[in-house]
């Protein structure tokens, strides 16, 4: 059988010194607390460096475990929250595409209700909803009609100039043929010569101006605008530049080339011409006072 | 008969707000004149005739032309169509393709004849090459693969069955 260990009881003097260090150094550290300090410290900074092997294999095994439960387990819903999120994003980018869209056409907007204000004539704001339903007309389609007061033959503008004139009136919508198409001419007048002749579109989709007199000195560049004599739009406003001049020898008047100063491919709203003085006002200077004898 | 009313508004629709994403060198598709034919030779001149009729009172009421062009031409469209395939013993890819396309050029030579009355020979000629040719051939191969398509989806409970039941 075997024998335990023999218990080797402390000796009295032995145990009476060692309480007599602890007193001691239980004493010195009440008593000089920032020496014993100093000691401790010396004594206790080896341990310290021992002591941070496991606590830093803790620390790391405690974030490897914290990781797994977020990623894994406590994420099991975020797959269900991302495609929410996405759906989201994605909507949010709808509504953002939305309000740019109609940020623009509220900018477009502005500048046409701005241009209506000061205009020196009545006319109705418009919106093209439909371009033209049949391949031999250049036409589009907007929403005012006979209820807004318009009627076939008025003038429709945007405040850089000319957009065509209204063919077809419906009760709530109406066709406006554009001033490229063949069947719309307008008098127009070069601005700088004062030449006037007649504005048309032709088949191919550019705007001529035709019947120039032969000893115009009408020019590349020159910009084109309405005479106001046909009575549907009033003079001035601007149709164009010329872009080059047409005369065979045989040809009795010159004919001229346009780009058009709208965008017709651009074009979102316009203006429809109700009423117009048949001439810009000019601030005349104010009569002189009669003589006073 | 609403639902002649309803397909052809919807036509009329697409053409007048997305043809010209379609267009092809500035030449549109005229899916009014393609839906009077298709039903022509899918459910017979009657059919094709009402279509046209309606499809062409709508186009009419939105374009430049004077109202009763387009109904007459989509009408006469349809009702032509619809004789085509009581003609031909079969009716074949190509006899479809060729049948849309003469109809097509049909319509729209007398379109660019009332569009254009005085038009110059050169301009005419002009006119006759960059759009009609193309638009017709456009139409012709749109009509091909609309009808292949309802004929290959045709089932007894979709929406062309119920037009032709109607």
Redesign the interface.
Known sequence: MARAAPYLPMSTGLRRISIVIVVLCVGVWFLLPRQSQAVLGWVGNPLSSVLEVPLKWVASLQQAVGETWERYVALQHVEADNQALTLEVARLQGEVNLLKEQAIIAEEFERLLTYQQTAPMKTVPARI?????????R?V?IDKGQQDGIEQEMGVITEAGVVGRI??V?PS?A?V?LVT???VAVTGMIQKSRDEGIIQG????TIQMKYLPPLSTVDVDDRVVTSGLAGDFPRGLQIGKIQSLIKADTDLFQAAEIVPIVDFAKLEGVLVITTFQESIPINLPAPLPPPSS | MIIYIVLSLCV??V???L??YLAIQ???P?F?LVLACVVGFLFGEYKGLAVGLTVGLF?D?????GIGV?IVLKGLAGVLSGVITHTVSTVTWPSILAGTWVLSLGC?LA??V???PD?SAT?FA??LTT?LFP?SVYNSVLGLGCFMIIRKYQRPDSLFELLNRH
């Not at chain 2, 009421?61 to 032309?65: A, F, G, K, T, V």
């Open positions: 909803i439909g371009r033209n339903v049949s391949n031999w007309y036409a389609i063919i077809r419906n919508t066709v043929l198409d063949p069947n032709t088949p191919q989709g | 009329v629709i053409q007048s707000t043809s010209r500035g030449v549109h005229d009014c186009q009421l939105l374009s430049p032309d387009n729209g379109s660019l009332i569009a254009f038009v301009t002009y006119l759009r638009q």
